[in-house]
């Protein structure tokens, strides 16, 4: 009997190593591995150059607390700063914490503008921010709040798709809207580009904040650095985590001046958050995905791989519905649920992950090869032809 606690369904196996888009079992079996830690390692397994890093980086400084100075989280911070909207960014552990705190930025910027009602937060309903007491409660997914009440305040929902529905639930009171600019765990549903134009310009109209969760989708995930790059639009606030640490446990938020301008000393923290030995980690994963040509691999391997799908689709259509995604960030939307189909690709020795559904999502590493896409693919087809 395993000690853990039982909050997982957990598939009996585990692995002993992996390299690249690889893993190997007790037995030395090798996996395609297209889950890759639900788009953590977004460099695969066992990359050199973040091996290097982090073994370097270990010998010198583990942790310090944010008392003092730390020069690996200004390097980040300020490449970060660079790469993309933001002008300050603040460090933490994981996507929830990033995505909680968002939710206090956003309040505390129109309370400290003497605004100090203006504090609720629009979400999508079934959205995925993570699993601390607010974040679900702004997720609202009834799997994820059930028997955790009371319900933690502050949240109004709207449903994916929703446009009118999504105005009328804008009050006065409505600090932000948050959504992720492509829903995760939701069942990879993409908003279009002319809708989070239309966003952007909503909240404008409104004088509210934009944030877009890019906790799953960003770092080079569709192919752009950010998935909201796509639309050519600016948020005000982006939390991030999964990616960044290149599975090193990393969330951060990103913020634009004027979000900044609510925060001072003293208003927010974490102990662990930006310490020398994850920006080590971090910053590795930026020197790699801004080589040129990274995130067009991304981008060009996606689309082939999207492709390539969509020809199953036409082979398979009383199996596989619609083939969603951008860049590597995938999902084959089956007619029916998908639990028995994820099942078979293990068997094939191919990983993969749900999503809500019927999704199977397929999360290679950034740096797949065309090789190790069309192997899944093999699979993929392999696995429809005698599936029934
Ligand atoms: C995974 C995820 C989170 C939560 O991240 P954790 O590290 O599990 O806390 C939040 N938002 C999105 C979009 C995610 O995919």
Known sequence: MSAILNTYNRKKISFKRGKGSFLYDSNGKRYLDFVQGIAVNCLGHSHAYLNKAIQKQSKKLWHVSNAFIIPEQEKLAKRLKEKTFADYVFFQNSGAEATEAAIKFARRYFYSKGQKRKNRILCINNSFHGRTLATIFASNSKKMTEGFYPKVDGFDHFNFGDHKGLE????SRTAAIMVETILGEGGIKLIPDVCLKGLRTLCNKKKILLILDEVQCGIGRSGKFFAFEHAKIRPDIVPIAKGIGGGFPIGAVLVNKKVASGMKPGTHGSTFGGNPLAMSAGNAVMDIMFKKG????????????????????????????????KGLLVGLCLQKEQKNFIHQ????????????????RLLPPLNVSKKEINLALNVINKVCENYR
Do not use: H, Q
């Not at 009328?168 to 009050?171: P, R, V, Y």
């Open 345 to 360: 690709l293990f068997v094939n020795k191919l990983l993969s992950i749900r999503a809500a559904e019927n999704v199977v």
């Open 294 to 325: 990274f995130l067009n691999n991304v981008k060009k391997n996606g689309e082939y791989f999207i492709k390539e799908l969509n020809k199953l689709r036409e082979r398979y259509p009383n199996i596989i519905k619609e083939v969603r995604g």
């Open 168 to 171: 009328k639930a804008i009050t």
